[in-house]
């Protein structure tokens, strides 16, 4: 896509989510003429379905004594644990995200309204953050990020460039993400933040179009080779 076409389309895509009156309405953004490009990187509700729980500080309150600085404690694996938290528990051991575990609960148990004193986790301090449920707390990742830091950009071909190459969120971050929070309490219909879960439903139209308007990487030789 041409810079310009992403800024047309991100500016549309916007401008449907701003003045979005319920879920129901927001929903048909992806059969919207001008923005149903985007319906081919809709996240799968097979594999991403919507998680209707929350966490709470109370409940990990009792889990500080199986981590430590870094991970897990290794102690863990030699408690009585049910068949469920066993197999959660090796799922994360063979995906070797046991690390991505504390930035989730510090999320969950934190109470500051930003995350100032993170310098690495944040998607995953963010998405603890989401699971307490409190209202105006989005799930994050490199797509959403990238459609609301082309909205709010100078237009520019140089900036619009460089944010669409983008593929990770670093702690250079954290402005950005508290402005898109910011955003998501200040942007809306009030009837559509009124909406018990309404930032999974933002995120997951943003999610689309960041995905959609991310810059495709250049084959090369040496990447033939």
Same mark, same amino acid.
């Given at each position: 896509?041409?810079?310009?076409?992403?800024?047309?389309?991100?500016?549309?895509?916007?401008?449907?989510?701003?003045?979005?009156?319920?879920?129901?309405?927001?929903?048909k953004i992806f059969d919207d003429s001008r923005i149903e490009i985007i319906k081919k990187n809709r996240m799968d509700d097979e594999t991403y379905p919507q998680l209707h729980f929350k966490i709470?500080?109370?409940?990990?309150?009792?889990?500080?004594?199986?981590?430590?600085?870094?991970?897990?404690?290794?102690?863990?694996?030699?408690?009585?644990? !049910?068949?469920?938290? =066993?197999?959660?528990?090796? %799922?994360?051991? @063979?995906?070797?995200?046991? $690390? &991505?575990? +504390?930035?989730? *609960?510090?999320?969950?148990?934190?109470?500051?309204?930003?995350?100032?004193?993170?310098?690495?986790?944040?998607?995953?301090?963010?998405?603890?953050?989401?699971?307490?449920?409190?209202?105006?707390?989005?799930?994050?990742?490199?797509?959403?990020?990238?459609?609301?830091?082309?909205?709010?950009? !100078?237009?520019?071909? =140089?900036?619009?460039?460089? %944010?669409?190459? @983008?593929?990770?969120?670093? $702690? &250079?971050? +954290?402005?950005? *993400?508290?402005?898109?929070?910011?955003?998501?309490?200040?942007?809306?219909?009030?009837?559509?933040?009124?909406?018990?879960?309404?930032?999974?439903?933002?995120?997951?139209?943003?999610?689309?179009?960041?995905?959609?308007?991310?810059?495709?990487?250049?084959?090369?030789?040496?990447?033939?080779?």
């Amino acid at each position: 896509m041409k810079n310009t076409e992403v800024q047309k389309l991100v500016d549309d895509t916007f401008a449907f989510i701003e003045t979005a009156e319920s879920i129901d309405e927001l929903q048909k953004i992806f059969d919207d003429s001008r923005i149903e490009i985007i319906k081919k990187n809709r996240m799968d509700d097979e594999t991403y379905p919507q998680l209707h729980f929350k966490i709470t500080a109370d409940e990990l309150k009792d889990v500080d004594f199986l981590i430590n600085s870094d991970t897990f404690s290794k102690d863990i694996t030699k408690l009585k644990l !049910d068949p469920l938290t =066993k197999l959660l528990y090796a %799922i994360c051991w @063979k995906n070797g995200d046991l $690390k &991505k575990v +504390k930035h989730i *609960i510090q999320g969950v148990t934190s109470n500051q309204t930003d995350i100032d004193d993170k310098n690495d986790g944040l998607v995953f301090y963010q998405f603890g953050k989401y699971l307490t449920k409190k209202s105006g707390e989005p799930i994050i990742d490199q797509h959403v990020l990238r459609a609301y830091e082309v909205y709010r950009a !100078d237009k520019t071909d =140089k900036s619009i460039d460089q %944010i669409r190459s @983008k593929s990770t969120v670093t $702690k &250079k971050d +954290k402005a950005l *993400i508290d402005c898109y929070k910011l955003w998501l309490a200040t942007g809306l219909t009030e009837s559509l933040r009124k909406n018990e879960d309404f930032c999974y439903h933002i995120d997951r139209v943003l999610f689309a179009l960041g995905k959609t308007i991310k810059a495709k990487r250049k084959t090369t030789v040496a990447n033939i080779v």
